[in-house]
């Protein structure tokens, strides 16, 4: 059985940081694809930012490019999302996605599993 659990959400001020954790078990981490989404109050589930299998190769959103780094240690079976300069507009529940394979994936429905969800507030 596939888990996948966030950790590392909270409350922070506008300007600070947070790292959210996303620990994975039941799956070949190291071949999988990995990514992380948001979900605000009243919007759709949006694409944040992946990486591939090896973590040579990543993607953001326009929105958090130059803020927000993806990473993972694959002997941890773990992917991070280091998120700095955070914004009021950043605050959503953050989600984190696992697909089996190699290649990069910016889409919902490209994705197998998910987690629960940690709430990211940033407050003015």
């Known amino acids: 059985q596939v888990q996948l659990v966030e950790s590392g959400g909270g409350l922070v001020q506008a300007g600070g940081s947070l790292r959210l954790s996303c620990a994975a078990s039941?799956?070949?981490?190291?071949?999988?694809?990995m990514g992380w989404f948001r979900q605000a109050p009243g919007k759709e589930r949006e694409f944040v930012t992946a990486?591939?299998?090896?973590?040579?190769?990543?993607s953001y959103a326009d929105s958090v490019k130059g803020r927000f780094t993806i990473s993972r240690d694959n002997a941890k079976s773990t992917v991070y999302l280091q998120m700095n300069s955070l914004k009021p507009e950043d605050t959503a529940v953050y989600y984190c996605?696992?697909?089996?394979?190699?290649?990069?994936?910016?889409?919902?429905?490209?994705?197998?599993?998910w987690g629960q969800g940690t709430q990211v507030t940033v407050s003015s």
């Open positions: 990486i591939n299998w090896t973590g040579g190769s990543t």
């Open positions: 039941g799956l070949t981490f190291r071949l999988s694809a």
């Open positions: 996605a696992a697909s089996p394979g190699f290649g990069l994936r910016i889409r919902k429905d490209d994705y197998n599993y």
